[in-house]
């Protein structure tokens, strides 16, 4: 009896679980057994079964199956990563093999960082600290006050100091800048709406804003200017203090900002640990089952070919012959090339930009035709 | 140890060839093995009625020359050879003999004897069975056969009738 061992018997049965499929990664999923069988027998077919013989077996076929649907899973993916890595990242590791993205939560991550900048949010706190501030003297290190004593002497990033001179409002009752709105001064202690036996006049606001502005203005011309200079943890204190208080500013730990600015070990970090799995094989569509299908036939031409060219020529009885394994493999190349960007494309076509630019340009045109469009003129 | 040539190869340029001898090419051959047994020996031990096994049905590669003509003191007579290369694993599952200079091959309506024998063609150089190696690689691949074309008269393999033809004689 010849051996025939290597050839493709024109049976394909599929036994899922017995390691007919390298990986076993979709075996029993939806209708992949009977899908690999057939298709199996559909390749032997399109390379010329049974009217030549083929040097594959069943398993080859069964493998060039599930690489095209691990490759079709793996570019369907890439684009979805692409797409979602944004939203994704520093967000708890889920499945988003099934899932989509809603594309503003990488935004707003995005805009908790700034936050943190503009000190209007973000992932890092805010502290305060305070240094006694002594008459006459404008120097104060900073790191050896506050920095060693209350943050281990780790690096500090100051962010306000409240160093200011008393706001106007505090001060337009005084003798300077004149007097009048008792009202209001009561109501800064929480007494407003009681009769407090001070004078009530009503003023217009535009009678407190100027008042204000002649305080400021006051300052700005004739006293010194409420500043400072930080420079190598010093802060230098302007006009000289006249009195003893204590100055309050606010601040970030350096460390603190980018530790807080990374995400947790067990959130997304990178294209390679966001949470895409295999595709399960019952949920690709008929597009997708057809696609696979040629990609199997081309992997299958493309083995086929390995096969056929291990040597350059095959030796003949009394000679030698030449088969056609390097065309085999050219055209599985170029077949496999073509298919895959045929698959970017249409997936480039339906990114969430690209859809978009559609809905835009539908509309401009729905636009333009319903311009066109003659209006009914009723006559009663 | 060789990196090629092993028993895959080997099985592989087997089921390559099957298919090109057998359905590419399809050119089929009978080979009728001498019966010793059954044929009488004189004096010097000779046969002059040879005796033949039933021809054997199988596929090969034939490449034929050209007849070429001899003139002599009995007339004109032809001279033609051809080569008949065998596959040995053909040979081994489907025929199961071994060829011999002397047998018959039966081929396009003609009896060609075998004068010459080559089992030389060794896949990667090595044939596994002489080889001093691990005799997992290589292989004897071939069975290249020299042969002229014979007469049918002597080999009593199909009747010939030998008598003239009157419609010739008629004319």
């Known amino acids: ?380 | 140890m060789g990196l090629f040539g092993s028993y895959r190869d080997v099985r592989l340029f087997n089921l390559l060839n099957k298919e090109l001898i057998n359905e590419v090419i399809g050119i089929s051959v009978d080979i009728y093995k001498s019966s010793l047994k059954d044929m009488d020996e004189n004096l010097y031990g000779e046969s002059i009625n040879k005796v033949y096994f039933p021809g054997v049905r199988i596929a090969c590669m034939v490449e034929v020359d050209e007849k070429s003509y001899v003139s002599d003191e009995f007339g004109v007579d032809f001279n033609k050879t051809a080569r008949f290369n065998f596959l040995r694993e053909e040979l081994r599952t489907v025929a199961n003999l071994k060829l011999e200079i002397g047998d018959i091959i039966g081929w396009d309506d003609a009896y060609w004897e075998i004068d010459t024998k080559s089992e030389s063609q060794y896949i990667a150089g090595k044939n596994p069975n002489t080889d001093k190696g691990d005799g997992a690689h290589g292989g004897n691949f071939s069975v290249l056969c020299e042969t002229h074309q014979t007469r049918k008269t002597k080999l009593n393999i199909e009747k010939i009738h030998r008598a003239y033809n009157n419609k010739l004689r008629n004319i």
Request: proline residues 3%; hydrophobic residues 35%.
């Open chain 1, 1 to 380: 009896m010849a051996d025939t061992t290597n050839l493709f018997a024109g049976t394909a049965v599929f036994n899922p679980g017995f390691g007919q499929t390298p990986f076993g990664t979709y075996d029993s999923q939806g209708t992949f057994n009977a899908d690999v069988e057939s298709t199996a027998l559909w390749c032997a077919k399109r390379l010329g079964y049974p009217i030549v013989d083929i040097e594959l077996q069943d398993v080859h076929f069964f493998a060039c199956f599930e690489e095209a649907v691990t490759e079709y899973g793996a570019q369907i993916q890439r684009y979805q990563i692409r797409q979602n890595l944004l939203d994704a990242t520093s967000q708890t590791k889920t499945n988003l093999t099934t899932a989509s993205a809603d594309g503003l939560n990488g935004l707003i991550n995005l805009s908790e960082h700034y936050g943190a900048e503009a000190l209007t949010g973000g992932f890092t706190d805010l502290k305060s600290g305070s240094i006694a501030v002594t008459t006459g003297s404008q120097v104060y290190d900073l790191d050896a006050l506050w920095g060693s004593v209350s943050e281990s002497s780790n690096r500090l990033e100051v962010r306000r100091v409240f160093h200011n001179r008393t706001p106007a409002s505090r001060r337009y009752f005084d003798q300077y800048a004149g007097s009048g709105n008792s009202a209001m001064t009561v109501s800064e202690f929480g007494w407003q709406n009681r009769g407090a036996g001070v004078t009530y006049t009503m003023l217009p606001v535009y009678d407190i804003l100027l008042r204000q502005q002649q305080v400021e203005f006051s300052d700005i011309v004739r006293k010194s200017t409420y500043s400072f200079e930080i420079q190598n943890n010093k802060i230098r204190i302007f006009p000289r203090p006249t009195s003893d208080f204590t100055m309050w500013f606010q601040y970030f730990v350096k460390k603190d900002k980018y530790t807080d600015s990374l995400g947790a070990a067990s959130t997304v970090s990178n294209f390679a640990d966001i949470d895409y799995r295999s595709l399960d094989y019952s949920s690709i569509n008929a597009p997708g089952i057809q696609w696979i299908r040629k990609y199997a036939l081309a992997l299958s031409k493309e083995l086929l070919g390995i096969v056929r060219s291990k040597y350059g020529s095959i030796p003949t009885p009394g000679g030698e012959i030449t088969v056609d394994g390097d065309t085999l493999r050219s055209e599985g190349a170029t077949e496999k090339e073509s298919l895959i960007a045929t698959l970017r494309e249409d997936l480039e076509a339906s990114s969430r930009r690209n859809m978009l630019e559609a809905k835009k340009d539908e509309a401009e045109f729905l636009r333009e035709t319903i311009t066109n469009i003659p209006l009914n003129i009723y006559i009663g």
